[in-house]
C-alpha cells in the first residue's frame, strides 16, 4: 500500500526567509508525486508535479522540489518566502502505470508568512 | 466559464434527507473527479469518471452514494439519507484526459455540506 506524510500540519515563516515544506511517501512500485496549492478562498490548484526525467521540478513562482528515492522525500522549497505564498499546500502521490482512483492526498501543510 | 464550476457552493440539510451536488467541468475536459475533504483530514478520493462511465467506484463510502455524469460533461454527486458523518466540502475536478490521474487537475471551489 502507498501512503503519503506530511510531517508539518503548520509552518510559519518570516518574509524572505527560506520555506521547506515536506513530504515523505511509502510504496512499494514507482509513483508520481504533485504539489498542489490552495490560496485563501480559492480551489485547488497545480504548483508543480514529477512524473520522470529531471527529479529536480520548479513552479513558475519560485518553488522547487526534488525526488529522492533513496530518501523517499519529495520536500517543496523556496529561498525567500513572500507575503502571497501564505496557503495550504498538498503534497499528492500516485502510484505508476495505475488508475486514478489510486491518488493518495497528504493532510496539508498550511504555510504562514510573518511580515 | 473558464473553470471548474459547481452548485450549490453550501448546502444544509437535515439528517436523512438526500441531496444532489452538481459540477460543472472545463469544456473539452474527458476526465471528472469527486473528493471530499472533512475537517482536518486531507482529501479523500470517492470517484472518477472517463467520459460518461465511472471504472472504479470504490472509493464511494457507502452504498449511499452514487454519482453520474451525462453528456460527457456535467456531472452529479448523490447522497441519499444523508448522516452527520457526511458533512464536509466536496470537491470536484476535471482534467483533458484520465492517463491514469497524471494529468492536470483542475478543481473546482467546491460545496460545502452540513448535515445537522
Known amino acids: 500500500a502507498q501512503s503519503v506524510t506530511q510531517l508539518d500540519s503548520q509552518v510559519p515563516v518570516f518574509e524572505e526567509a527560506p520555506v521547506e515544506l515536506r513530504c515523505n511517501y511509502s510504496?512499494?512500485?514507482?509513483?508520481?508525486l504533485f504539489w498542489y496549492v490552495q490560496y485563501p478562498n480559492q480551489g485547488l490548484q497545480l504548483l508543480l508535479k514529477?512524473?520522470?526525467?529531471?527529479?529536480l521540478v520548479e513552479s513558475i513562482n519560485g518553488f522547487e522540489a526534488e525526488f529522492k528515492k533513496s530518501e523517499t522525500s519529495f520536500h517543496l522549497t523556496k529561498p525567500s518566502a513572500h507575503m502571497s505564498d501564505a496557503a495550504e499546500y498538498f503534497c499528492v502521490l500516485i502510484p505508476g502505470y495505475s488508475s486514478a482512483s489510486k491518488i493518495i492526498f497528504g493532510s496539508g501543510t498550511r504555510l504562514s508568512i510573518r511580515p | 466559464g473558464a473553470g471548474v464550476s459547481q452548485s450549490p457552493s453550501n448546502k444544509v440539510t437535515e439528517k436523512g434527507k438526500d441531496v444532489e451536488l452538481r459540477c460543472d467541468p472545463i469544456?473539452?475536459?474527458?476526465?471528472l473527479y469527486w473528493y471530499r475533504q472533512s475537517l482536518g483530514q486531507g482529501l479523500e478520493f470517492l470517484i472518477y469518471?472517463?467520459?460518461?462511465?465511472?471504472?472504479?467506484k470504490s472509493g464511494l463510502p457507502s452504498d449511499r452514494f452514487s454519482a453520474e455524469r451525462t453528456g460527457g460533461s456535467v456531472s452529479t454527486l448523490t447522497i441519499q439519507r444523508t448522516q452527520q458523518e457526511d458533512s464536509a466540502v466536496y470537491l470536484c475536478?476535471?482534467?483533458?484526459?484520465?492517463?491514469?490521474?497524471?494529468?492536470?487537475?483542475?478543481f473546482g471551489p467546491g460545496t460545502r455540506l452540513l448535515v445537522l
Open positions: 469518471f472517463q467520459g460518461n462511465s465511472a471504472p472504479d
Open positions: 469544456s473539452g475536459h474527458t476526465a
Open positions: 510504496s512499494s512500485v514507482s509513483v508520481y
Open positions: 514529477y512524473l520522470s526525467g529531471s527529479t
Open positions: 475536478a476535471s482534467s483533458l484526459e484520465d492517463r491514469g490521474g497524471v494529468d492536470t487537475q483542475y
